[in-house]
């Protein structure tokens, strides 16, 4: 299984960034997919979750209402839109596929892609 994450870089405070994640090696229905994030010198968290089947997302009280996340079944592929981006979303973000448990649980997630950058500036 590989998770390819893709899109970050360094943006102004208030502009936009879509991230993506290509994922392949199996059939993700049942999945959770999420993506998290982890400031410099702090904790992972998970940020946003979209079932892989249904579409249906969560999202952490961080980034509800400026970010969104959604899934190209057809493309194999979770993004995440983050508009009206601020210093304190600055993290690497990692995209991840949980088989079960809750969306916001770090340790539901079995697969794991690597990092991008996404670093703003005030």
């Known amino acids: 299984v590989q998770l390819q994450a893709s899109g970050g870089g360094l943006v102004q405070a208030g502009d936009s960034l879509r991230l993506s994640c290509a994922a392949s090696?199996?059939?993700?229905?049942?999945?959770?997919m999420g993506w998290s994030r982890q400031p410099p010198g702090k904790e992972r968290e998970v940020v946003a979750g979209i079932w892989w089947s249904s579409g249906v997302t969560y999202y952490s009280d961080s980034v509800r209402g400026r970010f969104t996340i959604s899934r190209d079944t057809a493309k194999n592929t979770v993004y995440l839109q983050m508009n009206s981006l601020k210093p304190e979303d600055t993290a690497v973000y990692y995209c991840a596929a949980s088989a079960g448990g809750h969306w916001y649980n770090l340790q539901s997630y079995v697969y794991w892609g690597q990092g991008t950058q996404v670093t703003v500036s005030s």
């Open positions: 090696g199996r059939t993700f229905a049942g999945y959770v």
